[in-house]
C-alpha cells in the first residue's frame, strides 16, 4: 500500500487546506459584513436617537414659554383675582399648540404664622376655601387657581406631598423653572389620577430681582401627563425605528419608568443595539433606552445568510472533492492489487514450472540412462529396481506437486469439501510414519509418542494424513536431519499433536505468515524446493475441522507445530 499512499496524501492535504479557506473566507466575510452593517447601523440609531432628544428638549423649552408667560401676566396684572385669572387662561390663544398640559394654575405661599390672616383674605373671594392637608407646623402652598376650573384641588396643599415640595424648594431658590419627579395628580379630596405626570413650577416674587423665599408671592404651575408628552414627542416621530424606554430620575428601579412601548416583546432581545441616552430638564434627570426594531436589524439575517451560503459552499466543495479522491484513490488501489496479483501470478508460475521441472528432468535423466544401459547390455535386474524406485519417487514427488495445485484451486472456489469417517488416529499416525520410512534418515527417524494406541475420531482421513504428512515433510526439509518427535496426546474431547524439529526455527516475523498462500519466510528455491503452499493448505483444513494450529519456534533451534482438534467436529 506504501506505494499508493503518497500522491494521495498530497491531494488530501490541499484538500484540508481548501477546505479551511472556504471556512474562513465565509467567517471572515460574514463578519466583516455583519461589522460594517453594524457600525453603519449604530452610527444612523445614534443620530436618530440624538434628534429624539434634542426634540424633547426643544419642546420643553417652547412648553416653559406658557409658563413665563404667565409669570409675565402675574407681574403686570396690579390685583390678581379668580376673575382676571380665568380670563386670563380663557384668552390664552395657542393653548392647543402644547399638547399634553392639563391646565394652568397659582399655589400661595403662606408661611406657617400667616394662616389665619390668609384665610380671612381669600374667603373673601372663595367663601368656603380651605388648605388641606393640613400640617400644623410648616408652610403650606395651597392651590388657588387652577384652570379649567373642572379640577376641583383647591385648597390643596402642594407642600404636603414630598416630590412637590421638593421640586418646590429647589424652585424657590433657584428662580428657575423646575420640574418635578414622578407624581400621580390629586383629583379631588382623598383621589389621585392613576396616569403619571409632572409639574412645572415657577416661583413668583413680590421682586423678582431679590428671588428669596421672604419675598415670595406664590407659585405657577402647569401639570403634565406623560404619557401625552412622550407619545406625541417620540413615539410619533421615531416609532418605526425604536422601542422607547423612558426612566425619570434614575433607572434602578422599575417604579422610575414613565414610558415603556418595549412592554414584553421579543425584540427585547435586541439589547445588543439598546441606546442609552440620558438628558437633564429643568432640574429633572431622565434615562432614554432606545431598541432597535428587529424589522431595522436586517443585516444580522444577512451576515447569517452569507455565512450559511459560505460554509454550504465550501461543504459542497469538499464533498465533491473527497468523493473524487475517493474514487480516484479506489481505482488506484485496484489497480495497484491487479499488479500485485499479475506479479504473484508470475512469480507463482516461474517457481512451480521450476519445481515441476525438476522432477521431470530427473526422470529423463534416469529414462536416458535406462536407455543407454539397454543398449550396452548392462541393464541388470538390480538396476532396473534402482531406476523404477527412482521413478516413482520422482512421480510422487509430481503428483504431491500437481495436487498442492488442485487444492489451491479447490480452497478457491470453495471446493475443499471434507468427507469425515470414523478410524483409529494413533494407528493411522504409526502407519503413516512407516510409509514414509524410507524418507528418514537415521538421524531424524521419528520418535513416535503416542498416549493411546486406540484414538477414535471422525474426520476426513485422507485429508488429516496430508496434514501429518505436510508437517513431517517440513522437518525432514527444515529440519537438518535433527531429530524428529511425534507426540499424539488425547485430551478431553480433543486430541493434540505435535510435530517437533530441532532444524533452522522460523524467524519471529514469519511465525504468523508461514500460513499464508505461498510464503516461504525467505527461503529460495533453490536452497529448499517447495511452493509455500503445504501449511496454508494444512491450515484450511484444520480450520475446516474446527481446529486450531500454531507454530512455536526459535531460530537456529528448532520448531514446533502444535494442532488441536477435536475428536468428533461438526460438519
Ligand atoms: P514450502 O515448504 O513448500 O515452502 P510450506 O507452506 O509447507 O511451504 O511452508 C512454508 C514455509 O514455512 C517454508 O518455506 C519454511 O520457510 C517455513 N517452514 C515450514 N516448516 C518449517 C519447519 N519445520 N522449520 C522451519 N521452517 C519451516
Known amino acids: 500500500m506504501k506505494r499508493g499512499k503518497w500522491p494521495w496524501l498530497k491531494f488530501k492535504i490541499l484538500k484540508w487546506i481548501l ?76 393653548i392647543s399648540r402644547f399638547y399634553g ?42 392651590v388657588i387657581y387652577l ?149 431595522n436589524i436586517e443585516f444580522l439575517r444577512t451576515s447569517f445568510l452569507l455565512l450559511t451560503l459560505g460554509l454550504s459552499f465550501t461543504f459542497l466543495v469538499l464533498k465533491f472533492i473527497n468523493d473524487t479522491l475517493k474514487r480516484a484513490e479506489q481505482s488506484s488501489i485496484n489497480e495497484y492489487y491487479l499488479q500485485e496479483s499479475l506479479k504473484a501470478r508470475d512469480e507463482f508460475i516461474s517457481l512451480a514450472s521450476h519445481e515441476l521441472k525438476t522432477p521431470l528432468t530427473s526422470l529423463k535423466l534416469r529414462a536416458q540412462l535406462a536407455i543407454r544401459k539397454l543398449q550396452n547390455n548392462h541393464l541388470t535386474s538390480e538396476k ?35 468427507q469425515p469417517e470414523r478410524f483409529n488416529f494413533s494407528q493411522l499416525v504409526e502407519d503413516l510414519i512407516n510409509r514414509m520410512g524410507p524418507q528418514f534418515s537415521t538421524e531424524n527417524d521419528p520418535k513416535l509418542i503416542i498416549t493411546n494406541p486406540e484414538i477414535n475420531v471422525y474426520w476426513d482421513k485422507l485429508r488429516i494424513e496430508q496434514v501429518i504428512t505436510n508437517l513431517l515433510t517440513n522437518a525432514i526439509k527444515y529440519g537438518e536431519n535433527s531429530p524428529i518427535t511425534v507426540q499424539v496426546v488425547e485430551e478431553n474431547s480433543d486430541v493434540l499433536i505435535k510435530v517437533k524439529d530441532e532444524g533452522r526455527g522460523i524467524d519471529q516475523n514469519f511465525r504468523e505468515t508461514i500460513f499464508n498462500r505461498f510464503e516461504r519466510a525467505g527461503i529460495s528455491p533453490n536452497e529448499v524446493s517447495g511452493l509455500g503452499l503445504g501449511l496454508y493448505i494444512t491450515y484450511q483444513i484444520v480450520t475446516g475441522h474446527s481446529g486450531k494450529i500454531w507454530v512455536q519456534s526459535e531460530l537456529g533451534k528448532g520448531s514446533t507445530f502444535h494442532i488441536k482438534l477435536p475428536k468428533n467436529p461438526i460438519f
Request: net charge negative.
Open 147 to 295: 384652570a379649567p376650573e373642572s379640577f376641583r384641588t383647591i385648597g390643596y396643599n402642594q407642600g404636603s406631598e414630598n416630590k412637590r415640595k421638593e421640586a418646590i424648594e429647589r424652585a424657590i431658590k433657584s428662580a428657575e423653572t423646575i420640574m418635578t419627579g414622578k407624581i400621580n395628580f390629586v383629583l379631588e379630596k382623598g383621589t389621585t389620577s392613576t396616569d403619571p405626570g409632572f409639574i412645572f413650577f415657577r416661583p413668583l416674587y413680590k421682586d423678582e430681582t431679590s428671588p428669596s423665599k421672604k419675598n415670595l408671592i406664590g407659585i405657577i404651575f402647569v401639570p403634565f401627563l406623560y404619557q401625552d408628552f412622550f407619545i406625541d414627542g417620540l413615539v410619533e416621530y421615531f416609532g418605526e425605528d425604536f422601542y422607547f424606554k423612558i426612566f425619570v430620575g434614575d433607572d434602578s428601579s422599575p417604579e422610575n419608568i414613565i414610558h415603556d412601548t418595549l412592554g414584553d416583546k421579543k425584540d427585547k432581545k435586541n439589547g445588543e443595539f439598546e441606546f442609552k441616552k440620558h438628558m437633564r430638564i429643568f432640574g429633572q434627570d431622565f434615562y432614554l433606552y432606545f431598541y432597535p426594531r428587529s424589522e
Open 384 to 418: 532396473i529396481k534402482d531406476f523404477s524406485t527412482e521413478i516413482v519417487k520422482q512421480v510422487d514427488r509430481l503428483e504431491r506437486l500437481v495436487n498442492d495445485i488442485l487444492d489451491i484451486s479447490r480452497i478457491r472456489t470453495g471446493n475443499l469439501s471434507l
Open 101 to 142: 398640559i392639563k391646565g394652568l394654575g397659582f399655589t400661595r405661599y403662606v408661611p406657617n404664622e400667616k394662616l389665619e390672616d390668609f384665610l380671612k383674605e381669600i374667603r373673601k373671594e372663595i367663601p368656603d376655601f380651605e388648605v388641606w392637608p393640613l400640617n400644623d407646623d410648616e408652610d403650606y402652598f395651597p
Open 19 to 94: 477546505g479551511w479557506l472556504g471556512i474562513s473566507l465565509s467567517v471572515f466575510f460574514a463578519y466583516n459584513y455583519y461589522h460594517n452593517q453594524k457600525q453603519r447601523f449604530q452610527n444612523k440609531m445614534n443620530l436618530k436617537a440624538e434628534r429624539a432628544i434634542s426634540r424633547i428638549d426643544s419642546t420643553f423649552k417652547i412648553y416653559e414659554t406658557i409658563i413665563t408667560q404667565t409669570q409675565a401676566f402675574f407681574i403686570t396684572t396690579q390685583e390678581i383675582n379668580n376673575k382676571n385669572f380665568y380670563n386670563y387662561y380663557n384668552n390664552l390663544k395657542d
